[in-house]
């Protein structure tokens, strides 16, 4: 990613709302490209893959949410900052947005200073470091061919879906993830399991973490999810 000129895929419909945000955006060093309904939308960010997408929540072809959800399940956009533009402001849509993985909502109609404001913030967001299969965030290292995983220097024990749990959170440090999206991304979307599954697991790796002194490295977000904090 360019830190002077980060590319943006606005996925928008709305021809006022595109020319407004296609010139501040550029008008602020972003590299701008468009697309005008959802299945061009997922085309175009898996063929090149923007720093971030401003993603509207009705759209032709594919709604906004079905869009995020197949952005989220690529590897290849697995991890981009996706902020969600939409009309709707009630709290069980801005729910909904988040639990399909956007990692902001905003409601229309929005300050443009605010919305510039808030991408830069999520483009600010740490990201991983992997170097010849070694995932390290903060005192957590991870190797991904041996299945290693050490913190603060110490070896630890940990269950193969633990890793896997482990691995997901970490490819993406401070990202809230919600249980449903952990169950899917970690369990399989075919797995027939209730959330509470996640906290299980989640709770048996908290602890050994904690006893290699990684004490807070998993942040609890009360009835949505979890997050990795780089210590």
Known sequence: MSLTNPKVLIIEDEPSQIALLRY??????????IATDGEEGVLAAKEDPPDLILLDWMLPS???IEVCRQLRRHKKTREIPIIMLTARSEERDKIRGLD????DYVTKPYSVKELIARARAALRRPTASVTENLLTVGVVEVNLEQH???????LLQISPTEFRLLVTLLQSPQRVFSRDQLLDMVWGITADLDTRTVDVHIGRLRRALETAGGKGLIRTVRGFGY????A
């Open 227 to 230: 997050a990795i904090e780089p």
């Open 100 to 103: 399909v993985g956007a990692d």
């Open 24 to 33: 501040n955006f550029a008008q602020q060093g972003f590299e701008v490209r």
């Open 148 to 154: 290693i995983v050490r913190c603060n220097q110490t």
């Open 62 to 64: 594919l709604p906004g």
